[in-house]
């Protein structure tokens, strides 16, 4: 733990360094909510602009019999699988480190509410659409991501990464 406690002190130093233009304006914790899931973002479109052109030279991906996965579904596995442990343990670590819950209940509300947060990406990506075809996709796309982020940062404050005072509170014991 001792590398994880320093890495964790050193990213904290460097986004708390950025933080003082913005002190007035906004929580240090959103702050560096806003730091860790931004750069995670970027992160993920990295990699998966890399898996999708470079390594899987956007094709199909054979897997059993007549199973494939499309290049498209391929690189966001492969984006997943590396900022989603990522953003959980910049979350448990630097964004939410008060939080005194077990990291399995941590990490097993974090799985839900990911998995929440695909499931609404998808509707909410059909909704626009279906509703709102004159919108360029892009365009609703970000659009839907600044609502999963909202939605995001309060369910994880509020639920994944709170503290169990916090839930006896809620329970009036």
């Excluded at 730091?35 to 030279?57: D, E, P």
């Excluded at 699988?81 to 939410?96: A, D």
Aim: glycine share 4%; net charge positive; charged share 15%.
């Amino acid at each position: 733990m001792p590398l994880l406690s320093k890495a964790r002190h050193i990213v904290i130093a460097f986004i708390d360094f950025f933080y003082k233009p913005f002190a007035r304006f906004i929580p240090l914790q959103t702050f560096r909510y806003l730091a860790c899931g931004g750069s995670n973002t970027v992160l993920n479109w990295l990699v998966y602009s890399i898996s999708f052109n470079i390594v899987l030279n956007q094709q199909s991906t054979h897997i059993i019999d007549d199973i494939f996965i499309t290049a498209h579904v391929g690189a966001y596995i492969i984006a997943f699988c590396i900022t989603f442990p990522l953003g959980f343990i910049l979350s448990r670590y630097v964004v939410f480190p008060e939080s005194n819950l077990h990291g399995r209940k941590q990490f097993f509300r974090y799985v839900l509410t990911t998995a929440t947060f695909i499931l609404l990406t998808y509707v909410l990506i059909k909704l626009f659409a279906i509703m709102l075809p004159m919108v360029r996709a892009d365009i609703s796309y970000i659009f839907i991501m600044v609502i999963t982020a909202v939605l995001s940062y309060l369910s994880q404050r509020f639920y994944t990464f709170k503290s169990d005072e916090d839930e006896s509170d809620a329970l009036g014991e």
